[in-house]
Nanobody, 125 residues
């Protein structure tokens, strides 16, 4: 079965860094566009970053531009989100999602049919 498992979340002080991983199984990740989303309690889900299936196109939410970097490793069938200069407002559950039908990556969650379970990121002093 198609499965996505996020890892790498945790507690970090503001200004610190974390690297999230999204391990795929049951399918070949290289064929899919990948999106990272986040959701804080009581708030709407927010698109954070995405990367096209070819890896040639990336998009970032304005709130994370210059701080977060999305990448993918075909050999490991894994996607990553490097998060630097973390802020308190980055605190949320982060989800990995994929879509085989997106020509170019999108930050709209409706375009992604497959989702992981999420990993908690907390930036607090």
């Amino acid at each position: 079965q198609l499965q996505l498992v996020e890892s790498g979340g945790g507690l970090v002080q503001p200004g610190g860094s974390l690297k999230l991983s999204c391990a795929a199984s049951g399918f070949t990740l290289v064929e899919y566009a990948i999106g990272w989303f986040r959701q804080a309690p009581g708030k709407e889900r927010e698109g954070v970053s995405c990367i096209s299936s070819s890896g040639g196109t990336t998009n970032y939410a304005d709130s994370v531009k210059g701080r977060f970097t999305i990448s993918r490793d075909n050999a490991k069938n894994t996607a990553y989100l490097q998060m630097n200069s973390l802020k308190f407002d980055d605190t949320a559950v982060y989800y990995c999602a994929v879509s085989r039908w997106l020509g170019v990556c999108s930050l709209n969650s409706q375009g992604y049919p497959y989702w992981g379970q999420g990993t908690q990121v907390t930036a607090s002093s």
